[in-house]
Protein backbone atom coordinates (compact mmCIF):
# COMPACT_ATOMS: atom_id res chain seq x y z
CA UNK A 1 0.00 0.00 0.00
CA UNK A 2 1.50 3.62 -0.61
CA UNK A 3 0.52 6.46 1.29
CA UNK A 4 0.89 9.85 -0.91
CA UNK A 5 3.21 12.06 1.26
CA UNK A 6 2.85 15.97 -0.67
CA UNK A 7 6.11 18.45 0.22
CA UNK A 8 4.27 21.72 -1.11
CA UNK A 9 7.58 23.27 -0.29
CA UNK A 10 10.75 22.11 0.81
CA UNK A 11 13.50 24.82 1.07
CA UNK A 12 13.78 28.34 3.04
CA UNK A 13 10.86 27.71 5.32
CA UNK A 14 10.45 29.02 9.12
CA UNK A 15 7.79 26.12 10.21
CA UNK A 16 6.81 22.64 9.27
CA UNK A 17 3.28 21.85 9.07
CA UNK A 18 1.59 18.48 8.56
CA UNK A 19 -2.29 18.13 7.33
CA UNK A 20 -3.80 15.02 7.04
CA UNK A 21 -7.16 14.01 5.57
CA UNK A 22 -9.08 10.28 5.97
CA UNK A 23 -8.14 8.78 9.14
CA UNK A 24 -11.63 7.37 8.35
CA UNK A 25 -12.77 5.68 5.67
CA UNK A 26 -15.53 7.09 5.80
CA UNK A 27 -14.72 10.77 6.68
CA UNK A 28 -13.06 11.55 3.12
CA UNK A 29 -13.74 15.74 3.00
CA UNK A 30 -10.37 15.87 3.77
CA UNK A 31 -8.90 14.52 0.69
CA UNK A 32 -11.30 16.83 -1.25
CA UNK A 33 -10.26 19.91 0.52
CA UNK A 34 -6.71 18.87 0.34
CA UNK A 35 -6.23 17.80 -3.50
CA UNK A 36 -8.50 20.61 -4.61
CA UNK A 37 -6.04 23.08 -3.06
CA UNK A 38 -3.09 22.11 -4.19
CA UNK A 39 -4.06 22.61 -7.76
CA UNK A 40 -3.75 26.36 -7.30
CA UNK A 41 -0.40 27.32 -8.68
CA UNK A 42 1.50 28.51 -5.97
CA UNK A 43 5.66 30.14 -6.05
CA UNK A 44 6.53 31.76 -2.60
CA UNK A 45 5.97 30.15 1.04
CA UNK A 46 6.86 31.12 4.27
CA UNK A 47 5.96 27.76 5.90
CA UNK A 48 6.35 24.10 4.64
CA UNK A 49 3.64 22.64 4.55
CA UNK A 50 3.41 18.89 4.02
CA UNK A 51 0.01 16.88 3.08
CA UNK A 52 -0.97 13.59 3.68
CA UNK A 53 -4.47 13.69 1.64
CA UNK A 54 -6.09 10.28 2.30
CA UNK A 55 -4.44 8.30 4.98
CA UNK A 56 -6.89 5.15 5.12
CA UNK A 57 -7.60 4.01 1.61
CA UNK A 58 -10.86 2.20 2.83
CA UNK A 59 -14.17 3.78 2.54
CA UNK A 60 -15.57 2.61 5.74
CA UNK A 61 -14.49 3.71 9.39
CA UNK A 62 -11.81 1.24 10.03
CA UNK A 63 -8.73 0.11 7.54
CA UNK A 64 -8.76 -2.59 5.51
CA UNK A 65 -7.85 -4.28 8.67
CA UNK A 66 -10.59 -3.58 10.43
CA UNK A 67 -8.79 -1.05 12.54
CA UNK A 68 -9.36 2.49 13.76
CA UNK A 69 -6.22 4.31 12.53
CA UNK A 70 -7.22 7.16 15.82
CA UNK A 71 -7.16 4.19 17.70
CA UNK A 72 -3.92 2.63 16.90
CA UNK A 73 -0.97 4.97 18.58
CA UNK A 74 1.12 3.95 21.25
CA UNK A 75 -0.20 6.56 23.67
CA UNK A 76 0.19 5.35 26.79
CA UNK A 77 -3.76 5.00 27.39
CA UNK A 78 -3.48 2.50 24.91
CA UNK A 79 -5.66 -0.35 25.30
CA UNK A 80 -6.73 -3.70 23.43
CA UNK A 81 -10.45 -3.50 22.39
CA UNK A 82 -13.28 -5.41 20.94
CA UNK A 83 -11.93 -6.24 17.42
CA UNK A 84 -16.18 -5.88 16.30
CA UNK A 85 -16.16 -2.78 17.44
CA UNK A 86 -15.75 0.79 15.03
CA UNK A 87 -13.29 1.95 17.82
CA UNK A 88 -10.75 -1.41 18.05
CA UNK A 89 -7.50 -0.09 17.59
CA UNK A 90 -5.29 -2.97 16.55
CA UNK A 91 -3.84 -6.02 18.35
CA UNK A 92 -0.80 -3.78 19.72
CA UNK A 93 0.10 -0.05 19.05
CA UNK A 94 1.17 1.34 15.75
CA UNK A 95 0.08 -2.16 14.16
CA UNK A 96 -0.87 -0.84 11.06
CA UNK A 97 1.44 0.54 8.16
CA UNK A 98 -0.74 3.95 8.00
CA UNK A 99 0.37 4.61 11.88
CA UNK A 100 3.40 3.51 11.20
CA UNK A 101 4.05 5.89 8.28
CA UNK A 102 2.76 8.70 10.26
CA UNK A 103 4.80 8.39 13.12
CA UNK A 104 8.02 8.07 10.61
CA UNK A 105 7.03 11.50 8.76
CA UNK A 106 6.92 13.26 12.12
CA UNK A 107 10.17 12.05 12.90
CA UNK A 108 11.67 13.02 9.64
CA UNK A 109 10.00 16.28 9.17
CA UNK A 110 9.49 17.71 12.75
CA UNK A 111 6.43 19.27 12.35
CA UNK A 112 5.41 22.73 14.26
CA UNK A 113 2.04 21.63 14.03
CA UNK A 114 -0.01 19.06 12.54
CA UNK A 115 -3.87 19.12 11.24
CA UNK A 116 -5.73 16.10 10.55
CA UNK A 117 -9.72 16.82 9.05
CA UNK A 118 -12.43 14.53 10.44
CA UNK A 119 -16.22 14.45 10.33
CA UNK A 120 -18.80 15.26 11.59
CA UNK A 121 -18.85 17.42 15.23
CA UNK A 122 -18.29 20.99 13.74
CA UNK A 123 -15.50 21.82 16.14
CA UNK A 124 -11.67 22.48 16.40
CA UNK A 125 -10.52 19.88 19.16
CA UNK A 126 -6.68 20.66 20.41
CA UNK A 127 -4.42 18.55 22.19
CA UNK A 128 -0.50 19.93 22.66
CA UNK A 129 1.22 22.56 25.01
CA UNK A 130 -1.50 25.05 26.04
CA UNK A 131 -0.96 28.20 25.19
CA UNK A 132 0.34 27.89 21.62
CA UNK A 133 -1.84 25.03 20.68
CA UNK A 134 -5.16 27.43 21.98
CA UNK A 135 -3.90 30.17 20.02
CA UNK A 136 -3.69 27.84 16.54
CA UNK A 137 -6.75 26.34 17.30
CA UNK A 138 -8.56 29.89 18.11
CA UNK A 139 -7.41 31.12 14.62
CA UNK A 140 -8.55 27.79 12.92
CA UNK A 141 -11.78 28.88 14.24
CA UNK A 142 -12.28 32.11 13.39
CA UNK A 143 -11.35 30.86 9.43
CA UNK A 144 -13.68 27.80 9.80
CA UNK A 145 -16.38 29.12 11.59
CA UNK A 146 -16.63 26.26 14.07
CA UNK A 147 -15.53 26.87 17.95
CA UNK A 148 -13.06 25.15 19.72
CA UNK A 149 -13.15 22.31 22.00
CA UNK A 150 -10.62 20.96 24.20
CA UNK A 151 -12.26 17.77 25.20
CA UNK A 152 -13.70 15.33 22.45
CA UNK A 153 -16.16 14.26 25.11
CA UNK A 154 -15.48 10.78 25.33
CA UNK A 155 -12.56 8.07 25.75
CA UNK A 156 -10.11 8.00 23.50
CA UNK A 157 -7.05 5.69 23.81
CA UNK A 158 -4.67 5.21 21.60
CA UNK A 159 -5.67 8.83 19.69
CA UNK A 160 -3.59 10.82 17.55
CA UNK A 161 -3.87 14.19 19.40
CA UNK A 162 -3.08 11.96 22.80
CA UNK A 163 0.57 10.68 21.15
CA UNK A 164 1.14 13.47 19.02
CA UNK A 165 -0.10 16.36 21.11
CA UNK A 166 -0.02 15.83 24.62
CA UNK A 167 2.60 13.02 24.74
CA UNK A 168 4.92 14.32 22.08
CA UNK A 169 4.23 18.29 22.58
CA UNK A 170 3.15 19.16 18.89
CA UNK A 171 0.24 21.32 18.65
CA UNK A 172 -2.29 19.00 16.79
CA UNK A 173 -5.28 19.89 15.96
CA UNK A 174 -8.37 17.78 14.86
CA UNK A 175 -10.98 19.64 12.73
CA UNK A 176 -14.14 18.50 12.60
CA UNK A 177 -16.16 19.45 9.46
CA UNK A 178 -20.15 19.60 9.32
CA UNK A 179 -20.64 16.68 6.95
CA UNK A 180 -24.16 17.70 6.07
CA UNK A 181 -22.75 20.60 4.20
CA UNK A 182 -21.33 20.01 0.72
CA UNK A 183 -17.71 19.43 0.91
CA UNK A 184 -17.28 22.13 -2.24
CA UNK A 185 -19.16 24.64 -0.29
CA UNK A 186 -16.21 23.95 2.58
CA UNK A 187 -13.38 24.42 -0.09
CA UNK A 188 -12.98 28.52 0.15
CA UNK A 189 -12.73 28.14 4.37
CA UNK A 190 -10.42 25.84 3.74
CA UNK A 191 -8.22 27.43 0.88
CA UNK A 192 -8.30 30.61 3.56
CA UNK A 193 -7.07 28.06 5.80
CA UNK A 194 -4.14 26.13 4.21
CA UNK A 195 -2.98 29.94 2.60
CA UNK A 196 -2.94 30.96 6.54
CA UNK A 197 -0.91 27.21 7.32
CA UNK A 198 1.33 28.46 4.29
CA UNK A 199 1.81 31.92 4.45
CA UNK A 200 1.56 33.64 8.02
CA UNK A 201 1.36 30.85 10.66
Keep these: M ?4 IKRNSTNYEKTILVIGVFHGDEPQGEYLIKEFLKIPKRNF ?3 LVYIPRLNSNSERKNPNGV ?11 EL ?8 GGDFPASEIETKAVIKVTEEIQPDAIISIHAPFKIVNYDGP ?3 TRALAEKISEIT ?12 PGSFGTYMGLEKEIP ?7 EEVPVIELLPKF ?8 DEY
Design 68 to 78: DLNRNYPAKNW
Design 145 to 156: GYPTQKEIGYAT
Design 130 to 132: EEK
Design 2 to 5: TIEI
Design 191 to 198: TNLFNYLE
Design 46 to 48: KNR
Design 81 to 88: GDKTSNYY
Design 172 to 178: TITIEVD
